[in-house]
Each structure stands twice: as structure tokens, then as C-alpha cells.
């Protein structure tokens, strides 16, 4: 799961989050990680590879998440049977950090 992602304002248009991004992906790969979540802007994450989850079996896994804010892109391990719902791990639910707090508002 590589969201949430931020870039302090006065930081941001300097390509701070794409080389964050990128180097996350990279670092996934090298792990043998077979896919990559996150929640975010279809609009800034489709150019490095991201997709809508849906388009590749995976469920949508809270209601607080827009079907077009959850995206998913595969790695070199990834294999074809690897579908389901993603199952968020123990801390993203103790901070609160599942979706938005005001679903509608992505
Ligand atoms: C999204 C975010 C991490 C990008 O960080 P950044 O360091 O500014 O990103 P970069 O400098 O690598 O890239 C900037 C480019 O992304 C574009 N961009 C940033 N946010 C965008 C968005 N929501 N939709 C479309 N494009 C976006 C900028 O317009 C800019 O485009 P350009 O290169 O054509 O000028 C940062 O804007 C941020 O912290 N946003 C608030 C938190 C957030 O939405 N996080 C994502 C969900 S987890």
C-alpha cells in the first residue's frame, strides 16, 4: 500500500513526489512485490502505471474509497490468479486511515 502520500506545499512541482513514488515502486520490485495500491488522483498516478483496481480483480476494500481513487499497478512478480480484495493491515485501521473521512469529497 504506498498512500498516503504528501508533499509539504511549499515542496510540491519539484518533482519530490514522483521521485518518492518512483523510488517506492523500485524498492517494491526488488522485494518481489507483485502489486502496488494507494488512493489518490487517477489524474497524477496514471502516468507512472497506475490503474483502476477494478480493471484487474481487485475489490474495492472500504466504502469510504471511490472506485476511481483506488488504483493498483503490477510489478515484474505480479502473476495473472493474483485477484481479490485488498485487505487492509491492523494499523491503517487504528489511525483512522482508510479513505475519507467524507466519502464524496475525492
Ligand atoms: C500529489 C503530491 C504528492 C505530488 O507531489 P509533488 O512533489 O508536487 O509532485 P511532482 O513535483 O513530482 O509532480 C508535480 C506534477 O503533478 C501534478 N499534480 C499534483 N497533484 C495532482 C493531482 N491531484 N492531479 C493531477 N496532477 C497533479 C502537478 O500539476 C505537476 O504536474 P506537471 O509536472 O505537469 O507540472 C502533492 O501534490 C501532495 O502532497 N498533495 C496532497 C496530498 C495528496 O493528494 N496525496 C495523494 C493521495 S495519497
Known sequence: MLSPLAVRPEYSRRGIGSALVRHGLEICAERAVPLVFLEG???YYSRFGFTPGRDRGSGNPSLRISDAAF???ALPQYEPWMTGTLVYAEPFW???????REPGTQ
Open 41 to 43: 488522483d487517477p489524474a
Open 71 to 73: 488504483q493498483v499497478v
Open 94 to 100: 487504528r489511525h483512522d486511515a482508510v479513505g475519507l
